[in-house]
Antibody, heavy 125, light 107 residues
């Protein structure tokens, strides 16, 4: 059974940093691209970042480019999101999501079949 | 970036009804279109991929169609558990973008 469990959320001041983790199990983690998707309170879904199975390719939304860094440790079956220079508009529930297919095209990276339960990040003074 | 526009933004329907939600892409995305269901406080659940392919375990009351820029999600014989928010999403190219959501409410 595929399981994705996020952690690391919390309250942080504007300009601060936070690192989110997503522990994966139930599939061959290194074979699948992974993404982070966020949802601000009462709002819709926004894709944030994706990383290939090997970790060699990364992609970002313009809203977080230069501030957030996605990475993965395939030996630990864990996905990360390092968030720096946080702003109030980064307040959201952050979900990790697994790509449905184990392939290497960018259209594969963006199709998600499993999601974690989410972790709340609140940026406020 | 590819913009995804859903309509309507909200929809009231009764148990047993059949409803259709539409999603339009700002440029052609072939059939790289997915649909998700989300209930309050829960993660999104994948329903359909490749515009019309049902995810494993999803009941056949859900169906999708379309290609290029215009897509639809149809839910037949609505049951209480179907009342939720539905999102379309394009995965043709990064950044992967979602529609704004359609909230399906009980009439």
């Amino acid at each position: 059974e595929v399981q994705l469990v996020e952690s690391g959320g919390g309250l942080v001041q504007p300009g601060g940093s936070l690192r989110l983790s997503c522990a994966a199990s139930g599939f061959t983690f290194s074979s699948y691209a992974m993404s982070w998707v966020r949802q601000a309170p009462g709002k819709g879904l926004e894709w944030v970042s994706a990383i290939s199975g090997s970790g060699g390719s990364t992609y970002y939304a313009d809203s977080v480019k230069g501030r957030f860094t996605i990475s993965r440790d395939n030996s630990k079956n864990t996905l990360y999101l390092q968030m720096n220079s946080l702003r109030a508009e980064d307040t959201a529930v952050y979900y990790c999501a697994k790509a449905q297919w184990a392939c290497s095209s960018t259209s594969c990276y963006g199709l998600f079949d499993y999601w974690g339960q989410g972790t709340l990040v609140t940026v406020s003074s | 970036d590819i913009q995804m526009t859903q309509s309507p933004s909200s929809l009231s329907a009764s148990v047993g009804d059949r409803v259709t939600i539409t999603c339009r892409a700002s440029q052609g995305i072939s059939n790289y279109l997915a649909w998700f269901q989300q209930k309050p406080g829960k993660a999104p659940k994948s329903l359909i991929y490749a515009a019309s392919s049902l995810q494993s375990g999803v009941p056949s009351k859900f169906s999708g169609s379309g290609s290029g820029t215009d897509f639809t999600l149809t839910i037949s014989s609505l049951q209480p558990e179907d009342f939720a928010t539905y999102y379309c999403q394009q995965y043709n190219s990064s950044p992967y973008t979602f529609g704004q959501g359609t909230k399906l409410e009980i009439k």
